[in-house]
């Protein structure tokens, strides 16, 4: 089992930025992707950016060039730095593991909301 805590979202205002964390509760050398999506009202959960053991990063076609997915294998945990937060951005950011072993956890969400 993994136990991922988020942290990090918050208010800001549209142009802002946020740095969300995200730490798992044992070695992240047994996992394969670490990675963020998020879930506004009335949408589906959708992909952000993740990212795999070896550092490779895929972004959201809305992420890219505005976040950057980061990983430190030592201090398990993952990050997502976002910069240049637009409206539609408001969400709840869910981090997401998966095992070697293809077992899927989800973290507890983290709401994010900008304002204009």
């Known amino acids: 089992q993994v136990q991922l805590v988020e942290s990090g979202g918050g208010l800001v205002q549209a142009g802002g930025s946020l740095r969300l964390s995200c730490a798992a509760s044992?070695?992240?050398?047994?996992?394969?992707?670490m990675g963020w999506y998020r879930q506004a009202p009335g949408k589906q959960r959708e992909l952000v950016a993740v990212?795999?053991?070896?550092?490779?990063?895929n972004y959201a076609d809305s992420a890219k060039g505005r976040f950057t997915n980061s990983r430190d294998n030592v201090r398990n945990t993952v990050y997502l730095q976002m910069n240049s937060l637009k409206l539609e951005d408001t969400a709840v950011y869910y981090c997401?593991?998966?095992?070697?072993?293809?077992?899927?956890?989800w973290g507890q969400g983290t709401q994010v909301t900008v304002s204009s």
């Open positions: 997401n593991a998966v095992e070697a072993t293809f077992r899927v956890f």
């Open positions: 044992r070695s992240s050398f047994t996992i394969n992707d």
């Open positions: 990212i795999s053991r070896s550092g490779r990063v």
